[in-house]
Protein backbone atom coordinates (compact mmCIF):
# COMPACT_ATOMS: atom_id res chain seq x y z
CA UNK A 1 0.00 0.00 0.00
CA UNK A 2 1.59 3.65 -0.92
CA UNK A 3 2.04 6.12 1.34
CA UNK A 4 -1.00 8.16 -0.49
CA UNK A 5 -3.56 5.61 -0.22
CA UNK A 6 -2.71 4.92 3.57
CA UNK A 7 -3.10 8.58 4.51
CA UNK A 8 -6.90 7.78 2.49
CA UNK A 9 -7.28 5.12 4.28
CA UNK A 10 -6.94 7.32 7.36
CA UNK A 11 -8.54 9.66 6.07
CA UNK A 12 -11.80 7.96 5.36
CA UNK A 13 -12.02 6.17 8.38
CA UNK A 14 -11.79 9.52 10.28
CA UNK A 15 -14.80 10.58 8.12
CA UNK A 16 -16.42 7.53 9.09
CA UNK A 17 -16.00 7.69 12.83
CA UNK A 18 -16.80 11.56 12.80
CA UNK A 19 -20.37 10.21 10.69
CA UNK A 20 -20.99 7.54 13.61
CA UNK A 21 -21.02 10.45 16.34
CA UNK A 22 -24.35 11.79 14.73
CA UNK A 23 -27.38 10.59 16.94
CA UNK A 24 -29.55 8.91 13.82
CA UNK A 25 -26.38 6.98 12.87
CA UNK A 26 -25.59 5.57 16.84
CA UNK A 27 -28.24 3.25 15.79
CA UNK A 28 -29.01 0.61 13.57
CA UNK A 29 -31.21 1.94 10.41
CA UNK A 30 -33.25 -1.06 10.04
CA UNK A 31 -33.80 -2.74 14.03
CA UNK A 32 -32.21 0.26 15.98
CA UNK A 33 -29.82 -1.91 17.54
CA UNK A 34 -26.87 0.52 19.07
CA UNK A 35 -23.50 1.26 17.92
CA UNK A 36 -23.75 -0.14 14.09
CA UNK A 37 -20.17 -1.12 12.69
CA UNK A 38 -21.62 -2.19 9.49
CA UNK A 39 -22.86 -0.18 6.22
CA UNK A 40 -24.73 -0.46 2.87
CA UNK A 41 -22.74 2.52 1.57
CA UNK A 42 -25.19 2.25 -1.81
CA UNK A 43 -28.43 2.82 0.23
CA UNK A 44 -26.01 4.99 2.78
CA UNK A 45 -26.85 3.39 6.07
CA UNK A 46 -25.08 2.18 9.03
CA UNK A 47 -26.11 -1.43 10.26
CA UNK A 48 -25.90 -3.72 13.19
CA UNK A 49 -24.06 -7.26 12.20
CA UNK A 50 -27.59 -8.93 11.96
CA UNK A 51 -28.71 -6.92 9.65
CA UNK A 52 -25.97 -6.97 7.17
CA UNK A 53 -26.33 -10.46 6.78
CA UNK A 54 -29.52 -9.57 5.68
CA UNK A 55 -28.54 -7.09 3.46
CA UNK A 56 -25.92 -9.57 1.93
CA UNK A 57 -29.00 -11.99 1.22
CA UNK A 58 -31.09 -9.26 -1.09
CA UNK A 59 -28.03 -9.21 -3.73
CA UNK A 60 -25.58 -6.49 -4.34
CA UNK A 61 -28.28 -4.90 -6.82
CA UNK A 62 -29.91 -3.89 -3.85
CA UNK A 63 -27.54 -3.22 -1.31
CA UNK A 64 -23.41 -3.35 -1.08
CA UNK A 65 -22.48 -4.26 2.27
CA UNK A 66 -18.92 -2.99 3.91
CA UNK A 67 -17.76 -3.14 7.76
CA UNK A 68 -16.68 -0.09 9.03
CA UNK A 69 -13.64 -1.01 10.35
CA UNK A 70 -11.93 -4.18 8.67
CA UNK A 71 -12.94 -3.07 4.87
CA UNK A 72 -11.12 -0.94 2.86
CA UNK A 73 -13.61 2.78 1.32
CA UNK A 74 -13.43 4.24 -1.76
CA UNK A 75 -13.85 7.96 -2.45
CA UNK A 76 -17.68 7.20 -4.13
CA UNK A 77 -18.32 4.91 -0.99
CA UNK A 78 -18.02 7.71 1.67
CA UNK A 79 -19.03 10.31 -0.93
CA UNK A 80 -22.45 7.93 -0.53
CA UNK A 81 -22.33 7.89 3.24
CA UNK A 82 -22.06 11.52 3.63
CA UNK A 83 -24.72 12.13 1.32
CA UNK A 84 -27.00 9.80 3.23
CA UNK A 85 -26.93 8.37 6.24
CA UNK A 86 -29.20 6.88 9.23
CA UNK A 87 -31.80 9.85 9.42
CA UNK A 88 -32.39 10.76 6.09
CA UNK A 89 -32.31 7.53 4.57
CA UNK A 90 -35.28 6.66 6.68
CA UNK A 91 -37.05 9.67 5.77
CA UNK A 92 -36.63 8.14 2.16
CA UNK A 93 -37.66 4.64 2.83
CA UNK A 94 -39.78 4.99 6.03
CA UNK A 95 -41.89 7.73 4.86
CA UNK A 96 -44.98 5.79 5.10
CA UNK A 97 -44.36 3.44 8.21
CA UNK A 98 -47.20 3.51 9.58
CA UNK A 99 -46.90 5.64 13.22
CA UNK A 100 -47.96 2.46 15.61
CA UNK A 101 -45.45 0.52 13.70
CA UNK A 102 -43.18 -1.56 16.11
CA UNK A 103 -39.37 -2.46 15.04
CA UNK A 104 -39.43 -6.51 15.21
CA UNK A 105 -36.43 -7.72 17.18
CA UNK A 106 -36.71 -11.67 15.94
CA UNK A 107 -34.66 -12.43 13.19
CA UNK A 108 -37.39 -13.77 10.63
CA UNK A 109 -39.12 -10.83 11.45
CA UNK A 110 -36.24 -8.17 10.86
CA UNK A 111 -35.94 -10.02 7.63
CA UNK A 112 -39.15 -10.15 6.30
CA UNK A 113 -39.39 -5.88 7.13
CA UNK A 114 -35.90 -5.25 5.68
CA UNK A 115 -37.19 -6.77 2.62
CA UNK A 116 -40.09 -4.94 2.96
CA UNK A 117 -38.32 -1.88 3.02
CA UNK A 118 -35.31 -1.80 0.41
CA UNK A 119 -36.61 -5.15 -2.13
CA UNK A 120 -40.34 -3.92 -1.79
CA UNK A 121 -40.00 -0.81 -0.92
CA UNK A 122 -43.16 -0.76 0.89
CA UNK A 123 -42.98 2.74 2.75
CA UNK A 124 -40.84 4.44 0.35
CA UNK A 125 -42.25 7.83 -1.08
CA UNK A 126 -41.90 6.82 -4.51
CA UNK A 127 -42.41 10.83 -5.33
CA UNK A 128 -38.79 11.61 -4.51
CA UNK A 129 -36.35 11.51 -7.03
CA UNK A 130 -33.42 9.39 -5.31
CA UNK A 131 -30.84 10.79 -6.78
CA UNK A 132 -31.87 14.14 -6.76
CA UNK A 133 -32.56 13.55 -2.71
CA UNK A 134 -29.39 12.90 -2.29
CA UNK A 135 -28.01 15.74 -3.62
CA UNK A 136 -30.40 18.01 -1.80
CA UNK A 137 -28.58 20.68 0.35
CA UNK A 138 -30.16 21.02 3.64
CA UNK A 139 -28.26 21.87 7.19
CA UNK A 140 -29.75 20.00 9.03
CA UNK A 141 -28.92 16.51 6.54
CA UNK A 142 -25.18 18.42 5.99
CA UNK A 143 -22.78 15.66 5.79
CA UNK A 144 -18.90 16.33 7.00
CA UNK A 145 -16.24 16.13 8.91
CA UNK A 146 -15.24 19.71 8.38
CA UNK A 147 -14.59 21.97 11.76
CA UNK A 148 -16.50 25.37 11.79
CA UNK A 149 -14.34 28.08 10.86
CA UNK A 150 -12.68 29.71 13.96
CA UNK A 151 -14.54 33.00 15.34
CA UNK A 152 -12.17 35.80 14.74
CA UNK A 153 -11.62 38.14 17.97
CA UNK A 154 -12.19 41.82 17.80
CA UNK A 155 -9.33 43.71 18.80
CA UNK A 156 -9.54 45.53 22.07
CA UNK A 157 -8.99 49.45 21.55
CA UNK A 158 -7.45 51.04 25.00
CA UNK A 159 -7.94 54.70 25.18
CA UNK A 160 -4.61 56.24 27.10
CA UNK A 161 -5.98 58.39 30.28
CA UNK A 162 -4.01 61.06 31.99
CA UNK A 163 -2.51 59.46 35.25
CA UNK A 164 -3.47 61.61 38.42
CA UNK A 165 -0.38 63.62 39.77
CA UNK A 166 1.61 62.45 42.25
CA UNK A 167 1.02 63.66 45.97
CA UNK A 168 4.71 65.56 46.49
CA UNK A 169 3.80 66.80 42.54
CA UNK A 170 0.49 68.84 43.51
CA UNK A 171 2.32 70.71 45.79
CA UNK A 172 4.80 72.05 43.41
CA UNK A 173 4.08 75.96 42.30
CA UNK A 174 2.13 75.43 39.03
CA UNK A 175 3.96 77.51 36.57
CA UNK A 176 0.86 80.27 34.97
CA UNK A 177 0.45 79.41 31.54
CA UNK A 178 0.55 81.91 28.65
CA UNK A 179 -2.92 83.24 28.17
CA UNK A 180 -2.90 81.87 24.21
CA UNK A 181 -2.15 77.87 25.74
CA UNK A 182 -5.38 75.89 23.94
CA UNK A 183 -7.65 74.43 26.62
CA UNK A 184 -6.67 70.69 27.91
CA UNK A 185 -9.57 68.52 26.13
CA UNK A 186 -11.41 66.25 28.93
CA UNK A 187 -11.09 62.28 27.84
CA UNK A 188 -13.20 61.05 30.79
CA UNK A 189 -15.58 63.88 29.66
CA UNK A 190 -15.87 65.17 33.54
CA UNK A 191 -15.28 68.42 32.64
CA UNK A 192 -17.74 71.03 32.01
CA UNK A 193 -16.95 71.33 27.90
CA UNK A 194 -17.35 68.14 26.00
CA UNK A 195 -15.72 67.50 22.11
CA UNK A 196 -17.44 65.52 19.70
CA UNK A 197 -15.55 62.87 18.17
CA UNK A 198 -16.46 61.00 14.80
CA UNK A 199 -17.71 57.35 15.41
CA UNK A 200 -14.90 54.51 15.78
CA UNK A 201 -12.33 57.64 16.40
CA UNK A 202 -9.89 57.38 19.07
CA UNK A 203 -7.87 59.60 20.45
CA UNK A 204 -4.17 58.52 21.90
Not at 90 to 113: K, S
Amino acid sequence: MTGKSVKDVDRYQAVLANLLLEEDNKFCADCQSKGPRWASWNIGVFICIRCAGIHRNLGVHISRVKSVNLDQWTQEQIQCMQEMGNGKANRLYEAYLPETFRRPQIDLAVEGFIRDKYEKKKYMDRSLDINAFRKEKDDKWKRGSEPAPEKKMEPVVFEKVKMPQKKEDSQLPRKSSPKSTAPVMDLLGLGKSQTCQPPHSYIF
